[in-house]
Protein backbone atom coordinates (compact mmCIF):
# COMPACT_ATOMS: atom_id res chain seq x y z
CA UNK A 1 0.00 0.00 0.00
CA UNK A 2 1.19 3.55 -0.32
CA UNK A 3 1.45 6.12 2.62
CA UNK A 4 0.78 9.77 1.22
CA UNK A 5 1.64 13.03 2.85
CA UNK A 6 0.22 16.40 1.21
CA UNK A 7 1.27 19.91 1.89
CA UNK A 8 -0.43 21.36 4.80
CA UNK A 9 -3.08 24.06 3.64
CA UNK A 10 -3.97 25.73 6.34
CA UNK A 11 -2.59 28.97 6.24
CA UNK A 12 0.85 29.22 7.93
CA UNK A 13 0.48 25.60 9.16
CA UNK A 14 4.71 24.68 8.38
CA UNK A 15 4.47 21.28 9.86
CA UNK A 16 4.67 18.21 7.79
CA UNK A 17 3.29 14.70 8.71
CA UNK A 18 6.22 12.59 7.31
CA UNK A 19 9.81 13.50 7.44
CA UNK A 20 12.66 11.25 5.32
CA UNK A 21 13.48 9.57 8.60
CA UNK A 22 10.34 8.74 9.53
CA UNK A 23 9.47 7.25 5.47
CA UNK A 24 12.73 5.70 5.66
CA UNK A 25 11.13 3.52 9.09
CA UNK A 26 7.53 3.48 7.01
CA UNK A 27 9.14 1.41 4.25
CA UNK A 28 10.76 -0.93 6.79
CA UNK A 29 6.57 -1.56 7.40
CA UNK A 30 6.48 -2.26 3.89
CA UNK A 31 4.73 0.50 2.73
CA UNK A 32 5.74 3.12 -0.39
CA UNK A 33 5.85 6.42 0.81
CA UNK A 34 4.62 9.35 -1.47
CA UNK A 35 4.72 12.96 -0.79
CA UNK A 36 3.55 16.19 -2.92
CA UNK A 37 5.99 18.43 -4.08
CA UNK A 38 7.50 21.23 -1.69
CA UNK A 39 5.19 19.45 1.48
CA UNK A 40 8.12 19.37 3.77
CA UNK A 41 9.59 22.67 2.76
CA UNK A 42 8.58 25.41 5.60
CA UNK A 43 10.12 22.76 7.96
CA UNK A 44 13.59 22.12 5.95
CA UNK A 45 13.23 19.04 4.17
CA UNK A 46 13.88 19.44 0.57
CA UNK A 47 12.20 17.17 -2.39
CA UNK A 48 15.76 16.12 -2.26
CA UNK A 49 15.81 14.86 1.10
CA UNK A 50 12.85 12.25 0.61
CA UNK A 51 13.84 11.44 -3.02
CA UNK A 52 17.37 10.25 -1.80
CA UNK A 53 15.21 8.30 0.60
CA UNK A 54 12.88 6.72 -2.15
CA UNK A 55 9.72 8.30 -1.59
CA UNK A 56 7.89 9.48 -4.65
CA UNK A 57 7.53 13.55 -4.87
CA UNK A 58 4.28 14.20 -6.78
CA UNK A 59 3.45 17.31 -8.20
CA UNK A 60 0.11 17.96 -7.17
CA UNK A 61 -2.22 17.36 -4.42
CA UNK A 62 -4.83 15.89 -6.67
CA UNK A 63 -2.47 13.38 -7.85
CA UNK A 64 -0.77 12.45 -4.45
CA UNK A 65 -4.32 11.87 -2.60
CA UNK A 66 -5.45 9.67 -5.98
CA UNK A 67 -2.71 7.44 -5.51
CA UNK A 68 -2.01 6.97 -2.15
CA UNK A 69 -4.13 4.21 -0.24
CA UNK A 70 -3.34 6.12 3.44
CA UNK A 71 -2.88 9.76 3.76
CA UNK A 72 -0.85 11.00 6.77
CA UNK A 73 -1.67 14.91 7.71
CA UNK A 74 -1.20 17.16 10.49
CA UNK A 75 -4.52 20.06 10.21
CA UNK A 76 -8.10 18.18 9.91
CA UNK A 77 -8.46 17.81 6.32
CA UNK A 78 -10.70 21.06 4.68
CA UNK A 79 -14.16 20.46 2.85
CA UNK A 80 -11.66 20.66 -0.69
CA UNK A 81 -9.60 17.71 1.35
CA UNK A 82 -12.60 15.63 2.62
CA UNK A 83 -14.02 15.33 -1.62
CA UNK A 84 -10.76 13.76 -1.91
CA UNK A 85 -11.63 10.97 0.21
CA UNK A 86 -12.59 7.70 -1.45
CA UNK A 87 -14.08 4.27 -0.37
CA UNK A 88 -11.35 2.41 1.91
CA UNK A 89 -8.72 4.73 2.25
CA UNK A 90 -7.68 5.60 5.36
CA UNK A 91 -7.03 9.34 6.67
CA UNK A 92 -4.80 9.80 9.64
CA UNK A 93 -4.36 13.31 11.12
CA UNK A 94 -5.94 15.64 13.78
CA UNK A 95 -9.72 16.13 13.20
CA UNK A 96 -11.39 17.41 15.95
CA UNK A 97 -14.34 15.18 15.85
CA UNK A 98 -15.96 16.37 19.35
CA UNK A 99 -16.27 19.63 16.71
CA UNK A 100 -16.69 18.39 13.62
CA UNK A 101 -19.99 16.96 12.37
CA UNK A 102 -19.82 18.00 9.03
CA UNK A 103 -16.12 16.36 8.31
CA UNK A 104 -17.52 13.00 10.25
CA UNK A 105 -20.51 13.05 7.76
CA UNK A 106 -18.46 13.24 5.20
CA UNK A 107 -15.92 11.23 5.77
CA UNK A 108 -18.13 8.25 6.47
CA UNK A 109 -20.29 9.31 3.20
CA UNK A 110 -16.84 8.49 1.58
CA UNK A 111 -16.52 5.08 3.56
CA UNK A 112 -13.34 6.29 4.14
CA UNK A 113 -11.65 5.24 7.77
CA UNK A 114 -10.49 8.06 9.75
CA UNK A 115 -8.20 7.72 12.56
CA UNK A 116 -7.99 11.33 14.36
CA UNK A 117 -4.89 11.72 16.28
CA UNK A 118 -5.89 13.38 19.25
CA UNK A 119 -8.43 10.37 20.16
CA UNK A 120 -5.13 8.22 21.09
CA UNK A 121 -5.87 6.95 24.46
CA UNK A 122 -3.71 8.64 27.06
CA UNK A 123 -2.46 5.12 28.39
CA UNK A 124 1.03 3.94 29.00
CA UNK A 125 0.91 1.89 25.68
CA UNK A 126 -0.12 4.87 23.72
CA UNK A 127 2.29 7.36 24.85
CA UNK A 128 4.64 6.86 21.80
CA UNK A 129 1.54 7.74 19.65
CA UNK A 130 0.33 10.78 21.90
CA UNK A 131 0.97 13.88 19.04
CA UNK A 132 -1.30 16.16 22.00
CA UNK A 133 1.62 15.43 24.04
CA UNK A 134 4.21 15.77 21.29
CA UNK A 135 2.90 19.08 20.20
CA UNK A 136 2.13 20.61 24.04
CA UNK A 137 5.81 19.63 24.89
CA UNK A 138 6.76 22.11 22.24
CA UNK A 139 4.11 24.89 22.85
CA UNK A 140 5.66 24.80 26.38
CA UNK A 141 9.31 25.09 25.28
CA UNK A 142 8.78 27.70 22.74
CA UNK A 143 6.10 29.86 24.87
CA UNK A 144 9.46 30.38 27.07
CA UNK A 145 11.44 31.15 23.92
CA UNK A 146 8.82 33.82 22.84
CA UNK A 147 8.94 35.23 26.47
CA UNK A 148 12.80 35.21 26.32
CA UNK A 149 12.01 37.29 22.94
CA UNK A 150 9.90 39.45 24.13
CA UNK A 151 11.44 40.66 27.45
CA UNK A 152 14.24 42.12 26.80
CA UNK A 153 16.46 41.01 29.88
CA UNK A 154 18.49 38.11 30.85
CA UNK A 155 16.08 35.27 32.37
CA UNK A 156 19.54 34.40 34.63
CA UNK A 157 21.08 36.57 37.18
CA UNK A 158 24.51 38.13 36.73
CA UNK A 159 26.88 39.93 38.47
CA UNK A 160 28.55 41.49 35.41
CA UNK A 161 31.31 44.66 35.83
CA UNK A 162 28.78 46.70 34.75
CA UNK A 163 26.33 45.97 37.80
CA UNK A 164 24.12 42.97 39.27
CA UNK A 165 21.54 41.81 37.45
CA UNK A 166 18.29 39.92 39.09
CA UNK A 167 17.55 36.31 37.49
CA UNK A 168 13.86 36.97 36.27
CA UNK A 169 10.94 35.29 37.72
CA UNK A 170 8.49 33.01 35.65
CA UNK A 171 5.08 31.60 37.02
CA UNK A 172 3.30 28.94 35.22
CA UNK A 173 0.16 28.29 35.92
CA UNK A 174 -0.87 24.60 34.71
CA UNK A 175 1.62 22.00 35.19
CA UNK A 176 0.52 19.23 32.59
CA UNK A 177 2.95 18.47 29.85
CA UNK A 178 3.12 22.08 28.16
CA UNK A 179 3.15 23.39 31.64
CA UNK A 180 6.39 20.98 32.55
CA UNK A 181 7.95 21.61 29.28
CA UNK A 182 7.78 25.24 29.81
CA UNK A 183 9.17 24.72 34.14
CA UNK A 184 11.84 22.49 32.48
CA UNK A 185 13.20 25.28 29.79
CA UNK A 186 12.73 28.54 32.24
CA UNK A 187 14.57 26.87 35.23
CA UNK A 188 17.66 25.56 32.48
CA UNK A 189 18.25 29.30 30.89
CA UNK A 190 18.30 30.46 34.94
CA UNK A 191 14.81 31.80 35.83
CA UNK A 192 13.54 31.55 39.67
CA UNK A 193 10.43 29.34 37.99
CA UNK A 194 6.60 28.92 39.90
CA UNK A 195 4.35 26.81 38.90
CA UNK A 196 0.43 26.57 40.12
CA UNK A 197 -1.55 23.43 39.30
CA UNK A 198 -4.80 22.55 41.11
CA UNK A 199 -3.70 18.67 41.11
CA UNK A 200 -1.56 18.63 44.06
CA UNK A 201 0.25 15.16 42.98
CA UNK A 202 2.23 17.53 40.11
CA UNK A 203 3.91 19.23 43.20
CA UNK A 204 6.60 16.52 43.39
CA UNK A 205 7.19 16.89 39.86
CA UNK A 206 7.50 20.61 39.72
CA UNK A 207 9.85 20.34 42.69
CA UNK A 208 12.24 18.13 40.79
CA UNK A 209 12.53 20.19 37.93
CA UNK A 210 13.77 23.23 39.91
CA UNK A 211 10.88 24.67 39.80
CA UNK A 212 8.93 26.08 43.68
CA UNK A 213 5.63 24.69 43.83
CA UNK A 214 2.67 27.52 44.79
CA UNK A 215 0.78 26.40 47.82
CA UNK A 216 -2.54 27.79 48.47
CA UNK A 217 -3.34 29.33 52.24
CA UNK A 218 -5.54 26.09 52.26
CA UNK A 219 -6.04 22.97 54.36
CA UNK A 220 -3.86 20.46 52.75
CA UNK A 221 -6.68 18.07 52.00
CA UNK A 222 -8.72 20.39 50.48
CA UNK A 223 -5.51 21.83 48.46
CA UNK A 224 -6.81 18.91 45.81
CA UNK A 225 -8.87 21.75 43.51
CA UNK A 226 -10.67 19.18 41.67
CA UNK A 227 -9.46 16.32 39.60
CA UNK A 228 -10.63 13.29 38.47
CA UNK A 229 -9.14 10.69 36.81
CA UNK A 230 -5.52 12.39 36.71
CA UNK A 231 -7.32 16.03 34.80
CA UNK A 232 -8.51 18.69 36.46
CA UNK A 233 -11.83 19.40 36.38
CA UNK A 234 -14.10 22.81 37.55
CA UNK A 235 -13.04 24.37 40.99
CA UNK A 236 -14.84 25.39 44.31
CA UNK A 237 -16.03 28.68 44.34
CA UNK A 238 -13.77 28.83 47.42
CA UNK A 239 -10.61 27.46 46.02
CA UNK A 240 -11.11 29.50 43.23
CA UNK A 241 -11.12 32.36 45.45
CA UNK A 242 -7.61 31.52 47.06
CA UNK A 243 -6.36 30.63 43.93
CA UNK A 244 -6.54 34.24 42.44
CA UNK A 245 -5.96 36.19 46.42
CA UNK A 246 -2.31 33.80 45.43
CA UNK A 247 -2.38 35.43 42.12
CA UNK A 248 -2.66 38.47 42.79
CA UNK A 249 -0.05 38.66 45.47
CA UNK A 250 2.68 36.94 43.19
CA UNK A 251 1.40 39.30 40.06
CA UNK A 252 3.33 42.59 40.84
CA UNK A 253 7.10 40.47 41.37
CA UNK A 254 6.42 38.37 38.29
CA UNK A 255 8.31 38.68 34.94
CA UNK A 256 6.76 36.51 32.96
CA UNK A 257 3.82 34.40 33.19
CA UNK A 258 2.79 31.35 31.04
CA UNK A 259 -0.37 29.92 31.26
CA UNK A 260 -1.96 26.23 30.25
CA UNK A 261 -4.32 25.58 32.35
CA UNK A 262 -7.10 23.63 30.54
CA UNK A 263 -10.50 21.46 31.31
CA UNK A 264 -11.27 18.43 29.25
CA UNK A 265 -14.26 19.71 27.49
CA UNK A 266 -14.72 23.32 28.71
CA UNK A 267 -13.74 26.95 27.79
CA UNK A 268 -10.05 27.46 29.74
CA UNK A 269 -10.94 29.24 33.58
CA UNK A 270 -9.83 32.49 33.50
CA UNK A 271 -7.60 32.56 35.90
CA UNK A 272 -5.16 35.89 35.51
CA UNK A 273 -7.70 39.12 35.55
CA UNK A 274 -7.08 42.82 34.46
CA UNK A 275 -6.17 44.05 38.09
CA UNK A 276 -3.57 41.09 37.92
CA UNK A 277 -2.26 42.30 34.45
CA UNK A 278 -2.81 45.66 35.69
CA UNK A 279 -0.09 45.10 38.51
CA UNK A 280 2.14 43.85 36.74
CA UNK A 281 5.95 45.61 35.90
CA UNK A 282 6.56 47.71 32.79
CA UNK A 283 8.13 44.77 30.35
CA UNK A 284 6.43 42.22 31.80
CA UNK A 285 5.26 39.29 29.33
CA UNK A 286 2.24 36.91 29.27
CA UNK A 287 1.95 34.13 26.87
CA UNK A 288 -1.12 32.25 26.75
CA UNK A 289 -1.21 28.95 26.01
CA UNK A 290 -4.67 28.66 26.25
CA UNK A 291 -5.65 30.95 23.96
CA UNK A 292 -7.47 28.49 21.46
CA UNK A 293 -9.75 27.63 24.24
CA UNK A 294 -10.82 31.33 25.01
CA UNK A 295 -7.88 32.24 27.37
CA UNK A 296 -6.73 32.20 31.02
CA UNK A 297 -5.81 35.98 30.83
CA UNK A 298 -8.52 38.95 30.50
CA UNK A 299 -6.97 40.58 27.74
CA UNK A 300 -5.53 37.63 25.92
CA UNK A 301 -6.49 38.33 21.97
CA UNK A 302 -6.47 34.40 19.85
CA UNK A 303 -3.37 34.98 17.83
CA UNK A 304 -1.91 38.31 18.55
CA UNK A 305 0.57 40.46 20.50
CA UNK A 306 -1.18 43.36 22.75
CA UNK A 307 0.29 45.64 24.79
CA UNK A 308 -1.10 47.01 27.42
CA UNK A 309 -1.26 50.82 28.80
CA UNK A 310 1.38 49.71 31.37
CA UNK A 311 3.65 47.57 29.28
CA UNK A 312 2.42 44.09 29.99
CA UNK A 313 2.87 41.98 26.61
CA UNK A 314 -0.05 39.58 26.51
CA UNK A 315 0.73 36.96 23.78
CA UNK A 316 -1.91 34.42 22.36
CA UNK A 317 -0.50 33.06 19.81
CA UNK A 318 -2.18 29.15 18.59
CA UNK A 319 0.62 27.98 16.16
CA UNK A 320 3.72 27.19 18.99
CA UNK A 321 4.43 23.97 17.23
CA UNK A 322 4.32 25.22 13.95
CA UNK A 323 6.68 28.10 14.79
CA UNK A 324 9.19 25.23 15.61
CA UNK A 325 7.91 23.16 12.38
CA UNK A 326 11.00 20.87 12.15
CA UNK A 327 11.14 19.47 15.65
CA UNK A 328 7.19 19.08 15.77
CA UNK A 329 7.20 17.50 12.58
CA UNK A 330 9.57 14.88 13.49
CA UNK A 331 7.92 14.35 16.59
CA UNK A 332 4.56 14.20 14.76
CA UNK A 333 6.12 12.17 11.71
CA UNK A 334 7.12 9.54 14.27
CA UNK A 335 3.79 9.31 16.58
CA UNK A 336 2.13 8.62 13.06
CA UNK A 337 4.71 5.98 12.08
CA UNK A 338 4.13 4.41 15.51
CA UNK A 339 0.68 4.44 14.86
CA UNK A 340 1.33 2.76 11.09
CA UNK A 341 3.36 -0.04 13.40
CA UNK A 342 0.21 -1.15 15.36
CA UNK A 343 -1.82 -0.88 12.33
CA UNK A 344 0.57 -3.12 10.42
CA UNK A 345 1.56 -6.22 12.78
CA UNK A 346 2.76 -8.27 10.08
CA UNK A 347 5.11 -5.33 9.04
CA UNK A 348 3.78 -5.92 4.80
CA UNK A 349 2.53 -3.26 3.97
CA UNK A 350 -1.19 -3.93 4.46
CA UNK A 351 -3.12 -1.96 6.67
CA UNK A 352 -4.78 -4.39 9.31
CA UNK A 353 -7.24 -1.98 10.95
CA UNK A 354 -8.20 -4.08 14.71
CA UNK A 355 -10.95 -2.61 16.18
CA UNK A 356 -10.40 -4.52 18.95
CA UNK A 357 -6.98 -2.87 19.70
CA UNK A 358 -8.26 0.07 22.36
CA UNK A 359 -5.67 2.17 21.12
CA UNK A 360 -6.43 1.55 17.38
CA UNK A 361 -10.47 1.72 18.36
CA UNK A 362 -10.16 4.67 20.38
CA UNK A 363 -8.37 6.68 17.93
CA UNK A 364 -11.22 5.85 14.96
CA UNK A 365 -13.50 7.87 14.33
CA UNK A 366 -15.13 6.47 10.56
CA UNK A 367 -14.91 2.67 9.69
CA UNK A 368 -16.27 1.16 7.26
CA UNK A 369 -18.70 3.63 6.30
CA UNK A 370 -19.87 4.03 10.13
CA UNK A 371 -19.18 7.34 12.67
CA UNK A 372 -17.30 5.08 15.49
CA UNK A 373 -17.16 8.37 17.68
CA UNK A 374 -16.88 8.69 20.51
CA UNK A 375 -15.46 5.42 21.26
CA UNK A 376 -16.15 3.33 24.12
CA UNK A 377 -14.08 3.87 27.38
CA UNK A 378 -10.46 2.15 26.99
CA UNK A 379 -10.16 -0.47 29.47
CA UNK A 380 -7.74 -0.06 31.96
CA UNK A 381 -3.89 -1.38 31.19
P1 LIG B 1 -4.23 19.84 29.97
O1 LIG B 1 -3.54 20.40 28.79
O2 LIG B 1 -5.61 19.32 29.84
O3 LIG B 1 -4.27 20.95 31.15
C1 LIG B 1 -3.10 21.59 31.57
C2 LIG B 1 -3.02 21.66 33.07
O4 LIG B 1 -3.90 22.68 33.56
C3 LIG B 1 -3.39 20.40 33.82
O5 LIG B 1 -2.27 20.00 34.58
C4 LIG B 1 -4.54 20.84 34.70
O6 LIG B 1 -4.54 20.19 35.97
C5 LIG B 1 -4.27 22.32 34.86
N1 LIG B 1 -5.40 23.14 35.33
C6 LIG B 1 -6.72 23.04 35.04
N2 LIG B 1 -7.42 23.99 35.70
C7 LIG B 1 -6.53 24.73 36.40
C8 LIG B 1 -6.63 25.83 37.28
N3 LIG B 1 -7.80 26.38 37.58
N4 LIG B 1 -5.49 26.31 37.82
C9 LIG B 1 -4.30 25.74 37.54
N5 LIG B 1 -4.13 24.69 36.74
C10 LIG B 1 -5.23 24.18 36.18
O7 LIG B 1 -3.33 18.76 30.67
P2 LIG B 1 -2.38 17.68 29.98
O8 LIG B 1 -1.11 18.27 29.66
O9 LIG B 1 -3.15 17.00 28.94
O10 LIG B 1 -2.18 16.67 31.23
C11 LIG B 1 -3.24 16.27 32.06
C12 LIG B 1 -2.88 14.97 32.78
O11 LIG B 1 -2.80 13.90 31.86
C13 LIG B 1 -1.54 14.97 33.48
O12 LIG B 1 -1.66 14.19 34.66
C14 LIG B 1 -0.64 14.28 32.54
O13 LIG B 1 0.50 13.72 33.13
C15 LIG B 1 -1.57 13.21 32.03
N6 LIG B 1 -1.13 12.67 30.75
C16 LIG B 1 -1.02 11.31 30.63
C17 LIG B 1 -0.58 10.76 29.43
C18 LIG B 1 -0.42 9.28 29.26
O14 LIG B 1 -0.54 8.54 30.21
N7 LIG B 1 -0.20 8.83 28.07
C19 LIG B 1 -0.29 11.58 28.37
C20 LIG B 1 -0.43 12.98 28.51
C21 LIG B 1 -0.87 13.50 29.73
Redesign the pocket.
Known amino acids: MIIGTPKEIFEGEARVAMTPESALQLQKLGYDCMIETGAGEAAGFSDAAYKEVGVTVKKTANALWKDADIIAKVRPPSDEELKRLTKGKTLISFFNPGGNEAGLDAAKAKGANVIAMEMVP???R??KM?A??SM?NIAGYRAVIEAGNNFGRFFTGQITAAGKVPPAKVLV???????LAAIGAATSLGAITYA????PE?AEQVESMGAEFVYLDFEEEQQD?A?SG???SV?SPEFREA?LAKFRELAPDMDIVIT?????NREA?K?WLEDMVKSMKRGSVIIDLAAEKGGNVEGTVMDEKVVTDNGVTIIGYTDFPSRMAAQSSSLYATNIRHMMTDLTPEKDGQINHNMEDDVIRGATVTFEGEITFPPPPPKVQ
Not at 196 to 199: C, G, K, M
Open positions: RISAQDLSAVGAGVAGFDVRVGSGYASQTALIPPL
